[in-house]
């Protein structure tokens, strides 16, 4: 095995968990050498591939090519006008600069690289599976300068006008940049599988030029996923429950020796079960629509309530044997829901729509849907099975939603409306694990309530090593007045003290 399979052996997991958690991976290089170009191909190739994409792998390498191609040259660029003492955003100095750019870098190429790689210039790409698309992104830390805005423009505006490659390279020559055909032609080949313009952009930062591609997911496998979450609620009407824990909880309602329950003793137990505290909310919602609260539910319930509700015959209860999996899976959705219960009580100054209870309990139940998965009954599974096989050519890449855990977010949101809490509730379980649709519009009134959930949840991802500092949303980052790393380590090493 050769180091860069070595090392795209490594990588699988981190761009199989990116694609799950839809979080954004990256992978960046200082040279973009020949190995490495290699290497961020091959990393596209198995996002692409993991997505259902992988139709579209060919079209994408051409662009993808171009793309680290002049990401490079804008980097090499900005070192050359540099050693021969040229302002690159004077437009004499621009042109004088250009006039033997090409031959003088060809020449002295890697020179040019190590100039590059001790300024820092790197070229990056960056892969997220969004709601419903595929976006790739390639940037480099050299801002595009007026004059090259001008001449991108121009070509983007001049796409139109073309029909094929053979007009293209007739009537589209730039001296100064090299032949200027790259930026139409993957306008035209995107164009060819069918995507509009506006899934080609390219944009600077106040630090960077990015150039994006939009891939749209095929709409029927979503929409399929959904459909068959419908169906796989409706055939569960059990909670599943750790036995051991359910027999402690029947031992804390039916004490021998008192007349009374220890309603604080049952309390703190259930508050760290995401299934015994769902088993208890069910109840207390039939009698209060509005309650999403631990404490509040077991105000709700008569001690006779509590009794029916942690015994063996309840029939909502599906005792179960615990695996490590699941064991995981609930201390997970515990640390979730305490991160979130102290991002609450130390951030005063985001707005909040609830209280610290209620972000306890939302943090406690994300799982929930992940959960009901992994104790699906055979028969559950079977029907799962044979939903999927009724839809003709992407039956497997539904199935494998469920199979690898993702449908577990479309069924945390059915259950939600299934155990009938209140609306906002679920609203916010449907944009937490979909942030991206929704973190960018300062109008939603729920914004700051999964903003904090998605918080939480992360620095959980982080402490677990599942996602790295830059995979978590800057702007979420910066709503909560996070700005570094050390910062974030902080507020980590915070929270499990307390």
Not at 109 to 130: C, D, I, M, N, P
Not at 264 to 285: S, V
């Amino acid at each position: 095995m050769t180091v860069m399979e070595e090392h795209l052996k490594i990588d699988r997991k981190k761009v199989l968990d990116a694609i799950k958690l839809r979080m954004p991976i990256e992978v960046t290089s200082y040279t973009l050498s020949r190995n490495m170009e290699m290497y961020f191909r091959s990393v596209v190739e198995l996002f692409l591939e993991a997505c259902h994409q992988e139709h579209l792998q060919e079209y994408i390498n051409y662009c993808l090519g171009e793309l680290l191609a002049n990401s490079k040259k804008a980097n090499i660029k900005r070192v050359y006008f540099k050693e021969k003492n040229l302002d690159i955003n004077d437009p004499d100095d621009y042109e004088k600069g250009m006039e033997h750019f090409r031959e003088e870098t060809c020449e002295k190429l890697e020179h040019y690289l190590e100039l590059q790689r001790k300024a820092g210039l790197y070229v990056k790409l960056s892969l997220q599976l969004t709601n419903h698309n595929v976006v790739i992104e390639i940037k480099n830390n050299s801002v595009l300068t007026v004059f090259e805005k001008e001449r991108i423009q121009k070509k983007l505006d001049s796409v139109q006008q073309y029909k094929n490659m053979d007009e293209v390279v007739a009537n589209v020559i730039d001296q100064s940049e090299g032949a200027g055909l790259g930026i139409i032609i993957i306008n035209l080949m995107l164009q060819k599988i069918g995507l509009k313009r506006d899934c080609f952009k390219i944009f600077s930062t106040d630090e960077e030029t990015i150039t994006q591609i939009i891939l749209p997911c095929d709409e029927k496998i979503f929409a399929g996923v959904e459909i068959v979450s419908y169906e796989f609620v409706t055939m569960q009407s059990k909670i599943p429950v750790f036995e051991s824990r359910f027999d402690v909880a029947c031992s804390i309602v039916n004490q021998k020796d008192s007349s009374f329950i220890d309603r604080q003793k049952l309390l703190d137990f259930i508050r760290d079960d995401t299934t015994l505290t769902l088993l208890t909310l069910k109840y207390a919602l039939e009698k209060d629509s509005k309650c999403f609260s631990i404490p509040k539910a077991l105000e709700l319930l008569s001690d006779t309530e509590l009794k029916f509700i942690f015994s063996d015959s309840n029939p909502s209860v599906n005792k179960i044997q615990p695996t490590d999996r699941l064991v995981h899976l609930l201390k997970d959705a515990k640390r979730t829901a305490v991160y979130a219960y102290n991002l609450y009580k130390n951030f005063p100054n985001v707005s909040k729509n609830h209280d610290e209870e209620y972000y306890y309990t939302l943090g406690l139940l994300d799982k929930m849907g992940l959960i009901f998965l992994l104790t699906a009954s055979d028969e559950q599974k079977q029907y799962v099975k044979d939903l999927c096989s009724q839809y003709e050519n992407i039956g497997d890449e539904i199935m494998e939603f469920f199979e690898i855990g993702n449908a577990g977010n479309f069924i945390s949101l059915v259950y939600a409306k299934h155990f009938k809490m209140p609306p906002s509730t679920y609203d916010i379980f449907a944009k937490w694990n979909f942030l991206e649709t929704y973190v960018d519009k300062y109008d939603n009134p729920n914004r700051s309530d999964y903003e904090l959930l998605y918080l939480a949840e992360m620095l959980g991802f982080y402490q677990d090593d599942v996602a790295e500092y830059y995979q978590i949303n800057k702007q979420i980052l910066k709503d909560f007045n996070i700005s570094s790393e050390s910062q974030l380590k902080y507020i980590i090493e915070q929270m499990n003290v307390a």
